[in-house]
């Protein structure tokens, strides 16, 4: 079955410390995304790539890292300059740029700053 | 500045009547828009489209309305079910790469339905 994983689903950091969520897709998009949920916020866009090896900054990137080393893998990594990590993070993928078709979320990683 | 703007935060309907959730949209550019539909503690999932060269679009018991003089959309559902209850999302793009293809989301309303 095609679709996108992210692991784990529920993670637990303590302040200061990195933390890296996964995202794997194999539908064979060019195109991944994370985004951030907060309650009462939507989503909020952290980084995008549309092409492996080339990522850019979305809406709220600051304090995260992103690597896209290969088409199926986006791991995200939420750093200790993230001044409010605790949230839901999603990730997407889509073919890129060509309008009419949809994203792709996984099943989500809540992250929790202990 | 948001760009896609779902006002109500909620909405409250009787199981078999109509729902409908509206999203306002800025941005002339935009020329896609979907709607989502989100479970606590789950990842988004896709509901309805629209292209920009068409005002409606129907699926099922789901039908989507976009009115681009006004720059508005709605999503009706008929009949509501209480499996219908969740949080949806509005979401628009442009067209072309970069940063114009990404999907630019409103803040979703939560309907319940109740039996």
């Known amino acids: 079955d095609g679709g996108i994983t992210q692991s784990p689903k529920y993670l637990f950091r303590k302040e200061g410390q990195n933390v890296t969520l996964s995202c794997e897709q194999n539908?064979?998009?060019?195109?991944m995304y994370w985004y951030r949920q907060d309650p009462g916020q939507g989503l909020r866009l952290i980084y995008y790539?549309?092409?492996?090896?080339?990522?850019q900054k979305g809406d709220i990137a600051e304090g995260y890292s992103v690597s896209r080393e290969k088409k199926e893998s986006f791991p995200l990594t939420v750093t200790s300059a993230q001044k409010n990590p605790t949230a839901f993070y999603l990730c997407?993928?889509?073919?890129?740029?060509?309008?009419?078709?949809?994203?792709?979320f996984g099943q989500g990683t809540r992250l929790t700053v202990v | 500045d948001q760009q896609v703007k779902q006002n109500s935060p909620s909405l409250s309907v009787q199981e078999g009547r109509i729902s409908i959730l509206n999203c306002d949209y800025t941005?002339?550019?935009?020329?896609?828009f979907l709607w989502y539909k989100k479970y606590p503690a789950e990842g988004p999932t896709f509901l309805i489209s629209?292209?920009?060269i068409k005002d409606k679009n129907e699926d099922g018991r789901f039908t989507v309305f976009l009115n681009k003089s006004a720059k508005h959309l709605s999503l009706h559902i008929v009949p509501s079910q209480p499996g219908d209850s969740a949080v949806y999302f509005c979401?628009?793009?442009?067209w072309g790469g970069g940063s114009q293809g990404n999907l630019i989301f409103g803040k979703g309303t939560k309907l319940s339905v109740k039996p």
């Open positions: 539908l064979n998009h060019d195109a």
């Open positions: 997407a993928s889509s073919i890129p740029g060509t309008g009419n078709t949809e994203a792709f």
């Open positions: 790539s549309q092409i492996v090896n080339d990522f």
């Open positions: 941005n002339s550019m935009f020329d896609y």
């Open positions: 979401a628009a793009r442009g």
């Open positions: 629209i292209s920009s």
